[in-house]
């Protein structure tokens, strides 16, 4: 009967092969997000919130795969997201100025770029 350390020896290869299998399924998707206004012009500096809030690989999701990002634009109004899950993805857009935006979107592709137009403020109204 093995002991208990050539038991670990034996089995941890094998449960590094399943982890990095179930890492291997999960299809992640590269994100571009474009932040304008309403006139075609790039924001820079609006604030880009990214949420994995489900899909198909929800289950097979492991420790190291990142399922969420806060980051700004860029001068061209851009906010790159290097790798996310794929599946239903919730975007929150804020930006001084505009209106808040958010939305999820389905996403099944490995390279995606998302234009979000960003409205300005309504004006306020008054019962006074």
Known sequence: MPTTGKLFRLLMPALLLAALAAYGDTPLTKLVIEVKSQSGRPIEGAEVVVNFTEGRSALNLGRNVRTSYDLHTNQEGQ?????????KIRFLV???????????????????????????PQPQYSVH
């Open 79 to 87: 906010a790159k997201i290097p790798s996310i899950p794929q599946g």
């Open 94 to 120: 804020s930006a001084h100025g505009f209106q808040t935006y958010g939305q999820v979107l389905e996403i099944k592709e490995e390279e995606k770029t998302v234009e979000i137009v960003l409205n300005p």
